[in-house]
Each structure stands twice: as C-alpha cells, then as structure tokens.
C-alpha cells in the first residue's frame, strides 16, 4: 500500500491551461503539503495544512489554490498555467507533532509548453 | 531565519567505501530536527534519518548515521559500506515552525556517484 499517491505522475500541458494534481495520504496523519522541486532541484514548501485548515502559504501566486476536502486529501489546482510553473511537485504528510519527519509522495513532474 | 548550507554538489565513493556528506544549519529555535532524505534518479523522496536536537547521541538507520556536532551547527550523513544504489541526490533539511505548523527548510542537495 502506497502511504502518500498523487496523481498523475507526469503532467504535460500548453500555456493557459488550468490543471490540478491528486494526493492521498493514508497513514492517518493530520497535517499535508505542498513542496515544489525546481529545475536545480531546490525544494521549497508551497502549502501546508493541518486536519483541512491552511496555516502556511509560502507567497506562492493566487494561480495556485489547495484544497483540502478531507485531512487525507490535499489537491493542488493550478490555473492559467505558465512557463515557468513547469517543476516538479511533491506532496507529503506528517504527524502534527513538531521536528517530526514528513512522508513524500512520488511527485508529479509538470511540463508546461 | 532558518537555513541549510550543504557544499559539496557532488561526491564520488568507491563501492563498499564509507562517504561523509556535510551539512550545515544555522537558527535560532533551540528546539529543531534535522532529516536526511534520498532522492534517487526514478525521483522519490525517501526519509533515511531523524536527529532531534536534544537527542544526546548520534542518530543511526542501519548503514546510515548522523554526525551532529551541535556547538559547529553541522549535521553531517556517514553511509557506510556504500553500494551502487545509494547512488542518487541527498538533501538534508531542517524543521522550522510557522504559524503553528512547521515546514521543511532544505539543502540543495549533493549528487552521490557510487563507483564499481
């Protein structure tokens, strides 16, 4: 059993396009992420949030909206994509319990063209 | 603020050899962990080890330990024995709270070739 999905894993598509990505995490933990992988590979969080509630919004752009319908899901929405939103993102999971380690799952490597 | 400083962007081990990869930190949270996650080229973040910063002894996972040394902020990975499929990126990171939640702050990672 996979502990964090998402889905799709490659995600390929023009400029303008609204896009969205899937995470399921089914380890039972209350807080979810957004972590987004550039092409140097530098990770930087974009969201997270604890039992469905937002509590980090690292100045991402409005384009990008989180949502979390459950504390096991949290999706990614993308509007009006742009060149520059092509990265890789990766959702992840942990316990609400401060200095503990986050779970990832296997990224989705978006292509914008 | 917190951050990581990792300096080596690559190494290269010999098979079955013992590498170090450095990692330093800098904050002013006296309470923080630092992890050491393995990204192999199929691209999956894999959790490899945890050291809190009370902890008073060195972290270890099976071939892999952490070196803290508090007073030097450094959090060096010691893979012991390496082998091929450790070749991949290492990021070590740091939590850091906010707003009642925390995040991960990360390294930009050091490329490990392991050599047959």
């Known amino acids: 059993d996979t502990a964090v999905s998402q889905t799709p894993k490659y995600l390929v598509t023009q400029m303008g396009n609204d896009k969205s990505i899937k995470c399921e995490q089914n380890l039972g933990h209350d807080t979810m992420y957004w972590y987004k992988q550039d092409s140097k590979k530098f990770l930087k969080i974009m969201f997270s949030y604890n039992n469905k509630e937002l509590i980090i919004n690292e100045t991402v752009p409005n384009r990008f909206s989180p949502k979390s319908p459950d504390k096991a899901h949290l999706n990614l929405h993308i509007n009006s994509l742009e060149l520059g939103d092509s990265a890789v993102y990766f959702c992840a999971s942990s316990r609400r319990v401060l200095n503990t380690e986050a779970f990832f799952g296997q990224g989705t490597r978006l292509t914008v063209v | ?116």
């Open chain 2, 1 to 116: 603020a917190q951050k990581i400083t990792q300096t080596q962007p690559g190494m290269f081990v010999q098979e079955k050899e013992a590498v170090t990869l450095d990692c330093t930190y800098d904050t002013s949270d006296p309470s923080y962990g630092l992890f050491w996650y393995k990204q192999p080229s199929s691209g999956e973040m894999i959790f490899l080890i945890y050291q809190g910063s009370y902890d008073q002894q060195n972290a270890t996972e099976g071939r892999y330990s952490l070196n803290f040394q508090k007073a030097r902020k450094s959090a060096n990975l010691v893979i012991s024995a390496s082998q091929l499929g450790d070749s991949a990126m290492y990021f070590c990171a740091m939590s850091a709270p906010q707003g009642g939640s925390e995040k991960l702050v990360f390294g930009k990672g050091t490329k490990l070739t392991v050599n047959p």
